[in-house]
C-alpha cells in the first residue's frame, strides 16, 4: 500500500514537495518496533514525549512520521496535524481495513468487560462468528488472547481488529475506555452501536474532574458512532439522562434499558439460589428471563448487552431468551471455591466506590450470616477514592479486611491506611494471599466472603514488579 493512498483526502499538513508514491509496511507508536516502511506516531504523553523518538524511528527505516506541526522531523516525510492521534488512527485503519462487518464499543466506569463478554455470547448463540475484546484480551468461542489493558493502543488494536475479520470473526465487541477515547485508541473502524453502563468516581488522577471524565466517554457518541448508528443506555444511572441527550443530539437511534428503560424496561428482578429471574418489558410484551448470574448489576450488563444485539436487528424475544443460557465472565462475581465450612467465595473485579456497593449488594441477598468484604486499593492511582470504598465497604459489609491491590510504587501502609481511614472498625492484613487466608479461616456455614479488586488478574504489581497472583487460584489453595 502506498502512502499517498492512505494520506488521500484526510485533514493532513505535508512538506512541500514530498513524494508520496512510498510503499507503507506498517505502523508504529513505539520507535523499537520500526522497521524499514513504517509510519510512526510521535505524540506528547502525560509521562513521555513521542517526539522524543523521531530520530531513533527515522533511523530504524521509518518513512513518515505523524506529529504536531511544530515537531522536528528530517529524513522521513512530516505528516502534520494539530490533532496527531486522530489523523494516525485514520491512517492506521485504512491500512488495516477491512474488519468485521458489525462493531460495537462499550463505555462506562464499570461493567463493560461483563458487557462485551455477554454481547459475544449471545451473538454465538445466534449462529454468529464473534469476539470481544477488552480487559480479558481478545476472546472468541476456541480462543483468548491476553493484551493487559482495557483499551489496547491503536496500532493494537486495528491489527486484533483485521485479524479477527481474515478468521472469520463477523461481530466484534469491543471495551472503550475514557483513556483509550481521549488517546484516540478506537478510531476508524466503523462501529455500527455503543453502550452506556453507568459513570463513578474513577480515574480522576488522569481526567481531573468528573465532568472531563464524562466528556472523555462521550466521544464514543459525539465522534466514534457511525452517524446513522444506535445508543444503548442503562437508564437507570445519574449520568444517564445526559447520555442520552448527546445520543439524541447526534441523531442516533437510543435504546434505553432498565427500570427506566423504554426500549427494555425492567419491570422486576427477583433473585434465586443460583442467579434471578428478570421480568422484562418491550414493546408492550413480557417476557420472563431466568439468569444464571446473581447480583443486580449483572442483570444490568446483561440487559445492556442484549440491547446492543437487538440493536443490531436481531429478534428481541429470541435475545431476551438467550440470556437463561450465558456464562459468568471470568472475575465478575466468579464463585471460586466452596470452603470447608461450606461459606461460597466469589472473587469480583471491583476496585471503584460504586463497584464495590454492586458487588456488596449483589451477594447480599444470597447471605445468611455475615457478609465478609476484602479488599484493597491500587498505588499511584486516584487515591481521593480510597477512603470512599472503605467507608461502602464498613457501612454494606458484616466484616471488612483491607489489604493490598497492586501498589506499584506506593508505600503499602500508606494505601491500606488511606482505605482504612473510611473504614475504622476494619482488619487490617497487609500481605494479600494471608488476608485471603484470613477471611476463608473466619467463613461459617451461612457466611458469604467476597475477594474484591484483582478480578481476572494473574499478577500482583509491587514497585516495578508483577509477581504471580490469581485470587480464584490463593482462594481455592487457602481452602483445600
Given at each position: 500500500m502506498r502512502l499517498g493512498s492512505l494520506i488521500e483526502g484526510l485533514d493532513a499538513k505535508l512538506d512541500t514537495g514530498a513524494s508520496l508514491d512510498l510503499p507503507v509496511s506498517g505502523f508504529a507508536i513505539d520507535n523499537r518496533k520500526v522497521a524499514p516502511g513504517t509510519v510512526f506516531g510521535a505524540f506528547q504523553g502525560a509521562r513521555v514525549n513521542g517526539e522524543d523518538f523521531i530520530p531513533a524511528a527515522v533511523q530504524a527505516g521509518a518513512v513518515a512520521v505523524v506529529a504536531r506541526p511544530e515537531a522536528r522531523v528530517d529524513g522521513a516525510i512530516h505528516i502534520a496535524s494539530d490533532n496527531p492521534r486522530r489523523l494516525f488512527a485514520q491512517l492506521a485503519a485504512r491500512y488495516f481495513a477491512p474488519f468485521p462487518e458489525v462493531t460495537v464499543a462499550v463505555t462506562g466506569t464499570n461493567g463493560k468487560t461483563s458487557t462485551v463478554e455477554l454481547t459475544r455470547q449471545l451473538w454465538r448463540m445466534l449462529g454468529h462468528k464473534s469476539a470481544s475484546i477488552g480487559t480479558l484480551g481478545v476472546t472468541t468461542s476456541v480462543d483468548q488472547v491476553s493484551t493487559g489493558l482495557t483499551t489496547p493502543d491503536i496500532v493494537t488494536f486495528l491489527a486484533n481488529m483485521s485479524g479477527l475479520k481474515r478468521e472469520g470473526i463477523t461481530h466484534a465487541a469491543f471495551e472503550a475506555s475514557s483513556h483509550g477515547l481521549a488517546q484516540y485508541r478506537t478510531e476508524g473502524l466503523p462501529v455500527s452501536a455503543a453502550a452506556f453502563t453507568n459513570l463513578s468516581r474513577d480515574h480522576l488522577d488522569y481526567h481531573g474532574d468528573m465532568d472531563s471524565y464524562f466528556d472523555a466517554k462521550m466521544r464514543l457518541f459525539d465522534e466514534v458512532v457511525e452517524p446513522q448508528g444506535a445508543a444503548v443506555v442503562w437508564a437507570d444511572d445519574a449520568w444517564s439522562e445526559k447520555v442520552i441527550q448527546r445520543a439524541t443530539k447526534r441523531g442516533l437511534r437510543v435504546l434505553s434499558v432498565g427500570v427506566q428503560g423504554q426500549a427494555l424496561r425492567l419491570a422486576n428482578r427477583t433473585p434465586t439460589q443460583l442467579g434471578q429471574t428478570l421480568d422484562v418489558e418491550v414493546e408492550g410484551k413480557s417476557h420472563k428471563v431466568n439468569l444464571p448470574l446473581i447480583g443486580a448489576y449483572q442483570a444490568a450488563n446483561a440487559l445492556t448487552a442484549a440491547g446492543l444485539v437487538i440493536a443490531g436487528g436481531e429478534d428481541a424475544g429470541k435475545v431476551l431468551e438467550l440470556l437463561g443460557r450465558v456464562q459468568p465472565v471470568r472475575g465478575r462475581l466468579e464463585r471460586a471455591v466452596i470452603t470447608r465450612t461450606g461459606a461460597p467465595v466469589y472473587v469480583d473485579y471491583a476496585?471503584?466506590?460504586?463497584?464495590?456497593?454492586?458487588?456488596?449488594?449483589?451477594?447480599?441477598?444470597?447471605?445468611?450470616?455475615?457478609?465478609?468484604?476484602?479488599?484493597?486499593?491500587?498505588?499511584?492511582?486516584?487515591?481521593?477514592?480510597?477512603?470512599?470504598?472503605?467507608?461502602?465497604?464498613?457501612?454494606?459489609?458484616?466484616?471488612?479486611?483491607?489489604?493490598d491491590d497492586n501498589p506499584r510504587s506506593e508505600e503499602p501502609s500508606a494505601i491500606r491506611a488511606a482505605v482504612m481511614a473510611g473504614a475504622p472498625g476494619a482488619e487490617e492484613i497487609g500481605g494479600r494471599r494471608a488476608a485471603i487466608a484470613a477471611a476463608i479461616a473466619q467463613a461459617g456455614a451461612d457466611d458469604i466472603v467476597l475477594l474484591a479488586g484483582k478480578g481476572h488478574e494473574q499478577g500482583q504489581i509491587i514497585g516495578d514488579r508483577v509477581l504471580p497472583f490469581d485470587d480464584v487460584t490463593v482462594a481455592r489453595e487457602c481452602a483445600g
Open positions: 476496585h471503584t466506590p460504586d463497584g464495590l456497593r454492586a458487588a456488596i449488594e449483589a451477594l447480599r441477598p444470597h447471605t445468611r450470616g455475615r457478609l465478609i468484604a476484602l479488599f484493597g486499593a491500587g498505588g499511584d492511582r486516584d487515591a481521593g477514592k480510597r477512603p470512599q470504598m472503605g467507608k461502602v465497604a464498613a457501612d454494606l459489609a458484616d466484616h471488612v479486611i483491607v489489604t
